[in-house]
T-cell receptor, first 115, second 110 residues
């Protein structure tokens, strides 16, 4: 596609349920990042992937959060046993390669609401 | 860790110039980015600075002083469509993820 796409655009779930959020990066982009944006807070880094290298998971807030990237393209962020504090907009970004000056292109995000 | 500060809100008049400041404290530095985010939309890239000085790109310019831990985004000839949140982000010294400030919400008035 022309840009980074994410699905669903909105997700409402009940506390304790598991959710999966999907990200389709720009074709040919080898690096993929997940961030979340809580109300009144800045974007918070969660995890990034580069090719077949081990992902940098240093931003994941707890072991309830995990992410996979299959075939070097699509990524899924999974949140298990959701809590109300998980409510946020989850943004995915991709870049052509992993480099310090490389622009990250963001998707529209998934708004997660945990009741 | 990294601490990134920017004003929460600013208001400016159409046609005017506005400067949005960003200060940061970091244990390592690999560059500073500015992103624009309209309400309900994805952030879009505006600029990247890694060396001291001013980078100009059309109506937008970005300045960096590494010794002072300071950057600003300068918007000239403001237009109504410039009303948005402006995000300052520092590239972590280890790895490639961005650390973002909370953003500055700019309102351009007629």
């Amino acid at each position: 596609g022309a840009g980074v796409s994410q699905s669903p655009s909105n997700k409402v779930t009940e506390k304790g349920k598991d959710v999966e959020l999907r990200c389709d990066p720009i074709s040919g982009h080898t690096a993929l990042y997940w961030y979340r944006q809580s109300l009144g807070q800045g974007l918070e880094f969660l995890i990034y992937f580069q090719g077949n290298s081990a992902p940098d998971k240093s931003g994941l807030p707890s072991d309830r959060f995990s992410a996979e990237r299959t075939g070097g393209s699509v990524s899924t962020l999974t949140i298990q046993r959701t809590q109300q504090e998980d409510s946020a907009v989850y943004l995915c970004a991709s870049s052509k390669r992993l480099a310090v000056n490389n622009e990250q292109f963001f998707g529209p995000g998934t708004r997660l609401t945990v009741l | 860790g990294q601490n990134i500060d920017q004003p929460t809100e600013m208001t400016a008049t159409e046609g005017a110039i506005v400067q949005i400041n960003c200060t940061y404290q970091t244990s390592g530095f690999n560059g500073l980015f500015w992103y624009q985010q309209h309400a309900g939309e994805a952030p879009t890239f505006l600029s990247y600075n890694v060396l001291d000085g001013l980078e100009e790109k059309g109506r937008f310019s970005s300045f960096l002083s590494r010794s002072k831990g300071y950057s600003y985004l300068l918007l000239k000839e403001l237009q109504m469509k410039d009303s948005a949140s402006y995000l300052c982000a520092v590239l972590r010294a280890a790895g490639y993820a961005l650390n973002f400030g909370k953003g500055t919400s700019l309102l351009v008035t007629p």
